[in-house]
């Protein structure tokens, strides 16, 4: 039986020159972008280590992800950061000015990639973009393997996938790591939450009282990500009354929304601004439930275990909505016009309307009731709070 031809441009891989034949030394991963994106990809770093196990799994990332990880078990096993001036931007992919590695600061840049060459890396794999500027950069790096995602006019690549926007971002890596024939069985990010991060909350720990509580994430990045806080207010009135404690969370500059929830609360909350990465999952870990904005404390709660209630927009589900639903539910909000504009920002990408018209900043997502979110929660919830198991 003949083989079916590849579709134009794409990678002809078998399982047979799928996987490294001889045994790497090295492997690289570059992905140096923010906590949620980080979070999609641990299945799949999960993935290379077990095919790999003895392997060095180095991470080409941003310095705050060294500090975290360094914390932790993880199945990477050294980070490097990798300098701005080396082009990353940490937003869609890597932003390389010209060619790459010719930054503003071309001998800072050069130092970094020729450092990389002597790693002496078996494999470079991207899991950054459409590899427009990923590719070329990747290709510095001396590696004896390049993988990724490719999309033309990007350089070529020795094993890519084609990027198409909507997908799972958790199977999207996934299929990423194939490309160097990794496999896994488990789908759900895990972060692993140490005894130095449940100390850093005891001070929490100790205004509450012992007191089961629930954890609002009230903020976003993006303010089409962002429900109102009048009813974040009203479902945190509602947890409270049911005897919860409430924690607001957030990072010091929101902190105007978090002081909107909290004026606009009948009862009393606490806000915690100030905890550092490792003690936001303890605290997220040992919630009854979370309530949150699609935002990456919502996906690191995901990664500790916790129940979660999800606050999203309709197309950013497809691409960062949770695998399972034992733990999880989400509020969907199926808006897709602008209410000012009536344009649909959902092409080519959600959040980033080619028509330079539509700059309209509404939430895309406060059509969602406060009665649905308090029906999910109630899913997730015992009938009291005295019951709830940790």
């Known amino acids: 039986m003949k083989a079916m031809k590849a579709a134009e441009g794409l990678p002809q891989i078998t399982l047979a020159t799928s996987h490294l034949l001889d045994a790497p030394g090295k492997i690289a991963v570059l992905h140096a972008k923010a906590l949620g994106d980080f979070i999609v990809t641990?299945?799949?770093?999960?993935?290379?280590?077990?095919?790999?196990?003895?392997?060095?799994?180095?991470?080409?990332?941003?310095?705050?992800?060294?500090?975290?990880?360094?914390?932790?078990?993880?199945?990477?096993?050294?980070?490097?950061?990798?300098?701005?001036?080396?082009?990353?931007?940490?937003t869609s992919e890597v932003e390389v000015k010209g060619p790459a590695c010719n930054t503003a600061h071309p001998d800072e840049a050069e130092l970094f990639c020729a450092a990389m060459r002597a790693e002496k890396f078996a494999a470079v794999v991207h899991m950054q973009g459409d590899g427009k500027t990923a590719n070329p950069f990747i290709k510095k790096l001396g590696a004896s393997l390049t993988a990724g995602i490719r999309n033309p006019p990007a350089e070529m690549i020795d094993r890519f996938i084609p990027y198409v926007h909507y997908q799972s971002e958790v199977l999207r890596h996934l299929e990423i790591a194939a490309l160097v024939g990794a496999r896994t069985t488990r789908l759900e990010p895990r972060i692993v939450v140490t005894k130095a991060d449940e100390q850093e909350i005891v001070p929490v720990e100790a205004m509450i009282k012992g007191k089961p509580y629930a954890v609002l994430h009230a903020g976003a990045d993006d303010n089409r990500r962002v429900w109102p806080a009048a009813k974040f207010a009203a479902v945190a009135d509602n947890l409270a009354e049911r005897g919860y404690e409430v924690i607001l969370t957030g990072t010091p500059k929101e902190d105007e929304i978090i002081t909107n929830v909290t004026r606009a609360m009948n009862h009393?909350?606490?806000?915690?601004?100030?905890?550092?990465?490792?003690?936001?999952?303890?605290?997220?870990?040992?919630?009854?439930?979370?309530?949150?904005?699609?935002?990456?404390?919502?996906?690191?709660?995901?990664?500790?275990?916790a129940r979660t209630v999800g606050i999203f927009w309709a197309p950013n589900v497809l691409?960062?909505?949770?695998?399972?639903?034992?733990?999880?539910?989400?509020?969907?909000?199926?808006?897709?016009?602008?209410?000012?504009?009536?344009?649909?920002?959902?092409?080519?990408?959600?959040?980033?309307?080619?028509?330079?018209?539509?700059?309209?900043?509404?939430?895309?997502?406060?059509?969602?009731?406060?009665?649905?979110?308090?029906?999910?929660?109630?899913?997730?919830?015992?009938?009291?709070?005295?019951?709830?198991?940790?």
Do not use: M
């Open 268 to 305: 009393a909350a606490v806000a915690c601004t100030s905890l550092a990465l490792g003690g936001l999952a303890a605290l997220l870990q040992k919630s009854a439930l979370v309530i949150s904005n699609d935002t990456g404390p919502l996906h690191l709660a995901r990664a500790v275990g």
């Open 42 to 90: 641990l299945p799949a770093l999960d993935a290379i280590k077990e095919t790999y196990p003895n392997a060095e799994l180095v991470l080409l990332a941003k310095p705050w992800l060294k500090k975290f990880l360094a914390a932790r078990p993880s199945p990477v096993d050294r980070v490097i950061s990798v300098p701005v001036l080396a082009g990353i931007s940490g």
């Open 319 to 390: 691409n960062w909505g949770p695998l399972s639903r034992s733990r999880h539910r989400l509020a969907i909000s199926w808006q897709l016009e602008c209410p000012q504009c009536r344009i649909k920002p959902v092409s080519p990408w959600p959040f980033q309307p080619v028509t330079a018209g539509c700059d309209h900043s509404y939430s895309f997502v406060e059509s969602i009731s406060v009665a649905e979110v308090l029906e999910l929660a109630g899913e997730l919830l015992p009938q009291t709070p005295h019951n709830i198991a940790g």
